[in-house]
């Protein structure tokens, strides 16, 4: 089944705790992306990578790393998480050429 | 700087109704406009319009896209209570690789 996993789906840490949430996808997609989603906000992109080795920022790339050292692989890295980063994280991805975005489960993250 | 801004922001309708929903866009090298569907969970695709495909249909659901004034609408008729559910406009850039403008959504109940 095609398909884009995140992990973990739900994740409560403490402010400076170092975390990691994975995210994969079984469709040999070039494109990848991370988003946020907060209430009143929508959906806005954190980093995006069009390709292995290649990542950019997004609209809001601040406190955020990420690395695609695999084609289907794109970690979203929080170095020192802080409570400004709780919210709803969406992995994405999609090929190059029809560019439609499938969406992972999310995951729902709490710092306190 | 890149828009997409969504009318209304919300709607409450009665089972069988038909509604639209409204989309604006302002995207530098405009490349496509997709609406998906979002419930409790992961948005789910719907339609993708580009300058080349300004009309899409999958059952009670049909869009337009007016790449002359820069809008797309989304109609769903006969609606249903599983219908109800926030919907999201997106628009990309040839600029930007996979990124995706959101806009704010709108949130749609339809009541039995």
Request: one cysteine or more.
């Given at each position: 089944?095609?398909?884009?996993?995140?992990?973990?789906?739900?994740?409560?840490?403490?402010?400076?705790?170092?975390?990691?949430?994975?995210?994969?996808?079984?469709?040999?997609?070039e494109?990848?992306?991370?988003?946020?989603?907060?209430?009143?906000?929508?959906?806005?992109?954190?980093?995006?990578?069009?390709?292995?080795?290649?990542?950019?920022?997004?609209?809001?790339?601040?406190?955020?790393?990420?690395?695609?050292?695999?084609?289907?692989?794109?970690?979203?890295?929080?170095?020192?998480p802080s409570?400004?980063?709780?919210?709803?994280?969406?992995?994405?991805?999609?090929?190059?050429?029809?560019?439609?975005?499938?969406?992972?489960?999310?995951?729902?993250?709490?710092?306190? | 700087?890149?828009?997409?801004?969504?009318?209304?922001?919300?709607?409450?309708?009665?089972?069988?109704?038909?509604v639209?929903?409204?989309?604006?866009?302002?995207?530098?090298?405009?490349?496509?406009?997709?609406?998906?569907?979002?419930e409790?969970?992961?948005?789910?695709?719907?339609?993708?319009?580009?300058?080349?495909?300004?009309?899409?249909?999958?059952?009670?659901?049909?869009?337009?896209?007016?790449?002359?004034?820069?809008f797309?609408?989304?109609?769903?008729?006969?609606?249903?209570?599983?219908?109800?559910?926030?919907?999201?406009?997106?628009?990309?850039?040839?600029?930007?690789?996979?990124?995706?403008?959101?806009?704010?959504?709108?949130?749609?109940?339809?009541?039995?």
């Amino acid at each position: 089944e095609a398909q884009v996993t995140q992990n973990p789906r739900y994740l409560i840490t403490v402010t400076g705790k170092k975390l990691t949430v994975t995210c994969s996808q079984n469709m040999n997609h070039e494109y990848m992306s991370w988003y946020r989603q907060d209430p009143g906000l929508g959906l806005r992109q954190i980093y995006y990578s069009m390709n292995v080795e290649v990542t950019d920022k997004g609209d809001v790339p601040e406190g955020y790393k990420v690395s695609r050292k695999e084609k289907r692989n794109f970690p979203l890295i929080l170095e020192s998480p802080s409570p400004n980063q709780t919210s709803l994280y969406f992995c994405a991805s999609s090929d190059r050429v029809l560019n439609e975005q499938y969406f992972g489960p999310g995951t729902r993250l709490t710092v306190t | 700087e890149d828009k997409v801004v969504q009318s209304p922001l919300s709607l409450v309708v009665h089972e069988g109704d038909t509604v639209t929903l409204n989309c604006s866009y302002e995207v530098t090298n405009f490349r496509s406009l997709l609406w998906y569907k979002q419930e409790k969970k992961a948005p789910t695709f719907l339609f993708m319009l580009t300058s080349s495909g300004i009309e899409k249909k999958s059952g009670r659901l049909s869009s337009i896209l007016d790449k002359k004034e820069l809008f797309s609408i989304l109609n769903i008729t006969a609606t249903q209570t599983g219908d109800s559910a926030i919907y999201l406009c997106a628009g990309s850039s040839w600029n930007q690789g996979g990124k995706l403008i959101f806009g704010q959504g709108t949130e749609l109940s339809v009541k039995p």
